[in-house]
């Protein structure tokens, strides 16, 4: 079992930055990539940006250029800077992870407990 604990959510004006950490915790496991979704009320999950182990990104179109995700492997640890924050960023953030038992090909799956954050006008 991989745990993730999320930190760095919080209220913050349009134009303004936040920066989202998560670490996961465990033993005898490798992450793979992991990421950052969102969710508003009454919409899907969806996309903010992942990163693989090797370091390839991934971002969701609305956050292009204004959110920026970075990782340290040997901390397991995830960051997501946010700048120039937008009320329609709005939601809960969840760190995701994607991860494997050391020496066994199957694949996992561990999502944080989630963080808000909330940007007004």
């Known amino acids: 079992q991989v745990q993730l604990v999320e930190s760095g959510g919080g209220l913050v004006q349009a134009g303004g930055s936040l920066r989202l950490s998560c670490a996961a915790s465990?033993?005898?496991?490798?992450?793979?990539?992991m990421g950052w979704h969102r969710q508003a009320p009454g919409k899907q999950r969806e996309l903010v940006a992942a990163?693989?182990?090797?370091?390839?990104?991934n971002y969701g179109d609305s956050v292009k250029g204004r959110f920026t995700i970075s990782r340290d492997n040997a901390k397991n640890t995830v960051y997501l800077q946010m700048n120039s924050l937008k009320p329609e960023d709005t939601g809960v953030y969840y760190c995701?992870?994607?991860?494997?038992?050391?020496?066994?090909?199957?694949?996992?799956?561990?999502w944080g407990q989630g963080t808000q954050v909330t940007v007004s006008s």
């Open positions: 995701n992870a994607q991860w494997q038992v050391v020496g066994v090909a199957r694949g996992f799956a561990s």
């Open positions: 990163i693989t182990r090797g370091g390839a990104t």
């Open positions: 465990g033993n005898g496991f490798s992450i793979n990539a």
